[in-house]
């Protein structure tokens, strides 16, 4: 499947305090987010699956399909569009198997030994990073930066041309244009939309400068 990732909105439990993550996710969805990904790494699995119907109830009628983090059994409960599974969660083929050939499948790409992994495996989309330093996780391995970016990128390119890729991590307006220029093709953001000021707004913002950042690209 196609994936248009140009700006991957990441409703995460901890932004909570701020407003309903099914609220969140919907004004995104309604700003220019282009896909959703919900993220809970401490919530029991019964707590997921009500969140996530509840996300997938708040964008109906938005076209913009969401992913779960790491979970393919609460993608499969909810009825969401796929799943984005890390280096220890469940290997892509199974999780294809088992999701169906239609469901939307992404990695996390970190390092080359990731890199050739999403090479081969039957996804729609990767996301490298943390490109720069982030306050929204926990993050034991040292940001990739921009060099690190296009090098892992150029790696994807090579063997998979038309897979779209994202990058992630601490990225502000003024850092998109160098990470679309250093070649990825959309940004996934948490802090920078849902604690801004005005989440429509700073989405709206965010597609605006990613779209430009991609015709100049060409």
Known sequence: MKIDYRLNALVDASLADIAPLPELAAVAARHGATIIQYRDKH???RQMIEQALLIVDALK???VPLVINDRVDVALASGADGVHLGADDMDAHTARRLLGRDAVIGLT???KKDAERAAIAPVDYACIGGVFETISKVNPDAPVGLEGLQHLRHHLKQARPDMPVGAIAGITL???????AAGADGVALISALFRAGDIAAATRDFRREVDHALEARG
């Open 43 to 45: 919530a029991s699995t």
């Open 61 to 63: 009628g938005t076209g």
């Open 109 to 111: 790409v970190k390092n």
């Open 174 to 180: 003024k850092r998109v244009a160098p990470v679309i």
